[in-house]
Each structure stands twice: as C-alpha cells, then as structure tokens.
C-alpha cells in the first residue's frame, strides 16, 4: 500500500483564495435557505472561514456537497 499523500502547507493567501463563496452565493447555487447553510456547517457536512470583515467564505467544493446532500435528503424523503 502507497503511503498516503501529504497536504502541502498552505499560506494564509492560498486558503483563502479556495474560500471564495458568500453566503448567499452558496444558497444560490444549492438552492436553499441561508439557516440551511448555517445548520450544514453547525454540523460539520461543510465548513467556512471567515474573511477579514468576519464574513463566512465557502468553497466550491462545499456548495457542490451541499447540492448533493440536500439532493440525497430530498430523495430520501420522496422515496419513504
């Protein structure tokens, strides 16, 4: 077995540049209310940083597993 992949040290420049998306951009793109962002990321299923205005930032990658979970819950719900 490969060892695994270590993450390269990122600088705080690097980090933010992958935490693009405000808040209401991220509800815009999964299609859902801002306290449902909010209670996502309360969770743990995704995770913000704050910009230098204390402002949340999301990913791409977050609003993307956003998307899906509510897809899968939405699912779940029509399907029994």
Known sequence: MPP?????????????????LTVAEVTR???CHRS???RFEER???SSRRDHNNF?????SDAKK???????????DTNG
């Open 4 to 20: 695994p992949q270590l993450q390269p040290d990122l600088s705080m420049e690097e980090t933010m540049a992958n935490f693009q």
């Open 29 to 31: 793109l999964a299609g």
């Open 36 to 38: 449902t962002v909010v």
């Open 44 to 46: 743990g299923y995704i």
């Open 56 to 60: 949340r930032r999301y990913s791409k």
């Open 66 to 76: 956003l998307r899906t979970l509510l897809r899968l819950r939405n699912e779940v």
